[in-house]
């Protein structure tokens, strides 16, 4: 069902060098505040002890500090606000280092005469589980990035995994740059979803490279940058519908889902307004820029078509008993 027709071709490649320059802007910026700020890892990264309370009323914030300072099992710890004004997390940067501890019963304890509060959740992740699952997260990314050049190089040619792997760098350093700009933890729930961005992006860059890929093939369109054009032109309804929907639905779990899942849809959120832009602004821009010669493509299939024909009449041949 087509929602959106157009009697026009757009003129996307004409404009793609003053967003090209944005895109620039966007990732030099990200890649600043990411040198200068940097990411703040949450527990299942950094390690620690995160205990999320909730009380009947508002949390009397500086009445716990007051109280916790008594205890050396929290220095240095912090406290803030989730998601409501009742519910706080407090954040330590230390485990207990016995399993004989319960550090729920003990800061049961500590805030004991701060009003009527239940402990909620307690996580506990130590210094070295940290650092290996921070190690294994970088390490799936990279997977996943050469996983996709290697699929995309066999299924197009290397100029079209080359565009889309520049692409992709683009999405998850804009992603994370927002992430360092508002703060959030990185934790496990943003590894997977920027995990999810290099999937959604690159599928809206595969079926753009698609309706390229038959532009150039059953085209009669020598140049390059009008195939582009009409190829996205082509997508713009597809893209418009799924982007839309996608976006509406993860909106509604950033405002409504609660604060666990807040850095997750928030990341989300970036990731399909920036991957939807980059597969029509940075990905087409960059296989024009290779310099992909369309002439010469047809001459490949050709040639291609010619030794498969080739081929065929060899085998009839032999199967007819004539050689």
Known sequence: MEFFKYTRTFNFMGRSKFAMIISVVLVLAS????????????????????????????????????????????????????????????????TTGSVTVDIGDVTREALKGTGEFEIRRVDIVGPKVGNELKEKGLMSLVLAVFGILIYVAFRFEWRFAVASIVALVHDVSIALGAITLVGLDVNLDVLAALLTILGYSLNDTIIVFDRIREGVTNGRNNELANIIDESITRTLARTTLT?????????????????????????????????????????????????????????????????????????????????
Not at 63 to 79: P, Q, T, V
């Open 31 to 94: 890649y600043a505040l990411l040198a200068t700020k940097g990411l703040n890892y949450g527990v299942d990264f950094a390690g620690g002890t995160i205990v999320q309370v909730k009380y009947t009323t508002d949390a009397p914030i500086d009445k716990m500090r007051a109280k916790l300072k008594s205890d050396k099992i929290f220095d240095g710890s912090s406290i803030s606000e989730f998601g409501s004004a009742n519910e706080v997390v407090i954040r330590m940067k230390t």
């Open 243 to 323: 982007s839309l929907t996608t976006f509406f639905v993860v909106f509604t779990l950033f405002m409504f889902g609660g604060e666990i899942i807040h850095a997750f849809a928030f990341t989300l959120l970036v990731g399909i307004v920036v991957g939807t832009y980059s597969s029509i602004f940075v990905a087409s821009p960059i296989l024009l820029a290779f310099g992909f010669d369309v002439k010469n493509y047809h001459i490949k299939l050709a040639e291609k078509a010619k030794r498969e024909a080739e081929k065929q009449r060899m085998r009839d041949q032999f199967e007819s008993g004539v050689m």
